[in-house]
């Protein structure tokens, strides 16, 4: 099987809790979306990871839970290459079941958005910083 310039190998996935805890814990972006939270940190791996968080006190149905996900996957593979170096973790909130799949790509496209936007902004920020020794 030939891979694609539009897959998502093991490479772009956070798969450890560490490497969630790392972003929990020095966050530099917060996106918000309908019915779902993104937790941004930069990385010096030179592409963009993705980490997901479904639990079942936002969302009983494991249908559902299964869904967000792979949506979530799939808006993240198809915009991979547009996204700067950073650790991705996105969160569902109570309600995001209730979306549909279009508004699901709308709201996911539209926080990909933002969060190229702000990342652009304060990439400058956080590289002074981190070169200050903070």
């Known amino acids: 099987m030939r891979a694609s310039a539009q897959d998502f190998p093991r490479r772009l996935r956070l798969l450890n809790a560490g490497d969630y805890s790392h972003v929990f814990e020095h966050a530099d972006i917060k996106v918000h979306g309908k019915g779902m939270m993104a937790l941004v940190r930069f990385n010096a791996l030179g592409y963009p990871r993705l980490g997901l968080i479904v639990s079942k006190k936002n969302v009983r149905h494991a249908v559902a839970r299964n869904r967000?996900?792979?949506?979530?996957?799939?808006?993240?593979?198809?915009?991979?290459?547009?996204?700067?170096?950073?650790?991705?973790?996105?969160?569902?909130?109570?309600?995001?079941?209730?979306?549909?799949?279009?508004?699901?790509?709308?709201?996911?496209?539209?926080?990909?958005?933002?969060?190229?936007?702000?990342?652009q902004a304060d990439k400058h920020t956080v590289s002074s910083r981190q070169t200050s020794g903070s």
């Open 68 to 119: 967000f996900k792979r949506l979530a996957r799939d808006s993240f593979r198809l915009r991979q290459h547009h996204l700067p170096a950073v650790d991705i973790v996105v969160l569902a909130r109570r309600g995001v079941h209730e979306l549909d799949n279009d508004t699901l790509h709308r709201q996911l496209h539209g926080m990909w958005k933002r969060l190229l936007r702000e990342a």
